[in-house]
């Protein structure tokens, strides 16, 4: 069996190989532009790479998180490192009724998933094999969740592939925000990006690392 046979029977495809099927616009005319499937690969992994909270990846996500509240869908937010500030997702046009935190306990090994506790931090970045990252799978497994987000630690390829499959069994939209130098990491999310913030331009720069189909662009800038 050859290299190629091989990659075909397990499902594997490389950058800018396979066909991209429409997405879901992002909200953003530029960034709908630049990627392949004119908007979030959906179902699908997407890794949202940045230096630190704050630095305008999860801004990048509330139009369509907006969409996918309007459609009846849940919004799961797994052990988010702060608590989802309210009036800024109701400003987004956020049906607040559709968002579930999954705070999960982890200070005394304890895994408590549920609805907020109300204690910010109480959860930890997930790892390999913590129970936030278990949660998490289990979420975008979870029937009639649209977004699935997570804020984790260092992740390995295969856990990544498991996630990805996840997705795809769950018709779920997975978001991992990560940190930037992930960026060297090999990974099978259906698309990952790079966010440079520019506070002397207020924009938000961004490059595609990699996405299923051709790209119409590498980077592109956005107004914040």
Not at 32 to 57: K, Y
């Amino acid at each position: 069996m050859t290299l190629e046979e091989l990659m075909r029977r397990a499902r594997l495809w490389r950058a800018g190989e396979a066909s991209a099927e429409p997405g879901l616009p992002t909200g953003f005319a530029a960034l709908d532009a630049a990627l392949p499937a004119g908007g979030w690969p959906f179902p699908g992994l997407i890794e949202i790479l940045c230096g630190q909270p704050g630095s305008g990846g999860l801004r990048l996500m509330l139009p369509v998180l907006a969409r996918l509240a309007h459609e009846q869908r849940w919004l799961i937010w797994v052990a988010p490192p702060y608590q989802p500030y309210a009036p800024a997702l109701q400003a987004a046009d956020i049906d607040l009724r559709r968002v579930m935190v999954v705070d999960v306990e982890t200070a005394d090994g304890a895994a408590a998933p549920g609805l907020p506790a109300g204690r910010p931090g109480a959860a930890r970045a997930a790892g390999e094999g913590s129970q936030v990252l278990w949660a998490f799978e289990q979420a975008l497994r979870f029937p009639g969740c649209g977004a699935a987000l997570l804020w984790p630690g260092p992740l390995e390829a295969l856990t990544l592939r498991r996630l990805q499959l996840a997705c795809e069994a769950g018709g779920t939209l997975g978001v991992l925000f990560r940190a930037g130098e992930c960026a060297e990491q090999s990974s099978p999310a259906a698309l990952r990006l790079l966010l440079t913030p520019q506070p002397a331009d207020d924009a938000l720069d961004i490059t595609i690392l990699k996405c299923r189909g051709s790209l119409r662009a590498r980077e592109c800038r956005l107004p914040l």
